[in-house]
T-cell receptor, first 112, second 113 residues
Framework: DSGVTQTPKHLITATGQRVTLRCSPRSGDLSVYWYQQSLDQGLQFLIQYYNGEERAKGNILERFSAQQFPDLHSELNLSSLELGDSALYFC???????????FGPGTRLTVT | DQQVKQNSPSLSVQEGRISILNCDYTNSMFDYFLWYKKYPAEGPTFLISISSIKDKNEDGRFTVFLNKSAKHLSLHIVPSQPGDSAVYFCAATNTGANSKLTFGKGITLSVRP
């Protein structure tokens, strides 16, 4: 158990819909990262927050947004969903801006 | 543009033997490298890392070697155990920029009893 929790574990929704994925980092970790893992793809970095502020952006679509709240939990919002958004979404956390990242179990999103 | 490459998608080794997992990178700004292990239905688990100022880092059965001139790193597992069967991801970052990790696509290791 990495100490990072993600909810829900599974999510099935239709195209065009909007969903919110939630992540609680390890106790004491200030940085939160979101990654997408599609079929046959490695982990693609989406976005990073540190203590409530956005620090780095990767290949995140404009239809996707995220935020980190004062209690340090984070949410990833995916809107106008398309079939190609079906993937595993991982959240990770770390103590500082740079240190080893610890991953949650992931949310499997299926868009039908 | 894939900056971290794990060219072999899978590797099968006998229990007790050495497993060598390879990783190549193209970005010369990367200065910190990590290996993660992932079991099905779980998130990746941090395994071992190495800074570019070193060429070797060892932790128990796991050793990572870094060859900066060749932009190549490898993970050695000795001796391999059936419980090591998993997907192994190589990742790299430039600590001077931000902590964004760039991952390879992973190698599936199977350790035969």
């Amino acid at each position: 158990d990495s100490g990072v929790t993600q909810t829900p574990k599974h999510l099935i929704t239709a195209t065009g819909q909007r969903v919110t994925l939630r992540c609680s980092p390890r106790s004491g970790d200030l940085s939160v990262y979101w990654y997408q893992q599609s079929l046959d793809q490695g982990l693609q970095f989406l976005i990073q927050y540190y203590n409530g502020e956005e620090r780095a952006k990767g290949n995140i679509l404009e239809r996707f947004s995220a935020q980190q709240f004062p209690d340090l939990h984070s949410e990833l919002n995916l809107s106008s969903l398309e079939l190609g958004d079906s993937a595993l979404y991982f959240c990770a956390s770390s103590v500082r801006v740079f240190s080893e990242q610890y991953f949650g179990p992931g949310t499997r999103l299926t868009v039908t | 543009d894939q900056q971290v490459k794990q060219n072999s998608p899978s590797l099968s080794v006998q229990e007790g033997r050495i497993s060598i997992l390879n990783c190549d990178y193209t970005n010369s700004m990367f200065d910190y490298f990590l290996w993660y292990k992932k079991y099905p239905a779980e998130g990746p688990t941090f395994l071992i890392s190495i800074s570019s100022i070193k060429d070797k880092n060892e932790d128990g059965r796991f050793t990572v070697f870094l060859n900066k001139s060749a932009k190549h790193l490898s993970l050695h597992i000795v001796p391999s155990q059936p419980g090591d069967s998993a997907v192994y991801f190589c990742a790299a970052t430039n600590t001077g920029a931000n902590s964004k990790l760039t991952f390879g696509k992973g190698i599936t290791l199977s350790v035969r009893p």
